[in-house]
């Protein structure tokens, strides 16, 4: 089992940063993909941003490009996204996901993830 705690999120205006946590605990090892997920209210979740735990490769959805950055504390087990030049259209409830699955590189169906965590709100005003 694995279990997730994101934390940092919060209100922003338009134009802000925020760095969003997941904090991993469990069995960390059996982790190959973490990504981060976002819900809106009246839309399904979207991928955001996803890191391969082993290789470091990392993909973003095209919306966060040069925007948002994912990176990794290994000695942590925390995941980050540091989300820059935010935007009303990010505003969304957060989520970290896992991947426990070896083979594969970074998918965006979140049904292909194995662990979430609770969410954390972020809210970006105009």
């Known amino acids: 089992q694995v279990q997730l705690v994101e934390s940092g999120g919060g209100l922003v205006q338009a134009g802000g940063s925020l760095r969003l946590s997941c904090a991993a605990s469990?069995?960390?090892?059996?982790?190959?993909?973490m990504a981060w997920f976002r819900q809106a209210p009246g839309r399904e979740r979207e991928f955001v941003a996803g890191l391969r735990m082993r290789a470091g490769s990392t993909y973003y959805t095209d919306s966060v490009k040069g925007r948002f950055t994912i990176s990794r504390d290994n000695a942590k087990n925390t995941v980050y996204l540091q989300m820059n030049s935010l935007k009303p259209e990010d505003t969304a409830v957060y989520y970290c996901?896992?991947?426990?699955?070896?083979?594969?590189?970074?998918?965006?169906?979140?049904?292909?993830?194995?662990?979430w965590g609770q969410g954390t709100q972020v809210t970006v005003s105009s």
């Open positions: 469990g069995r960390t090892f059996s982790i190959y993909t």
């Open positions: 996901a896992a991947d426990i699955t070896p083979y594969g590189g970074i998918v965006v169906v979140s049904s292909e993830y194995d662990y």
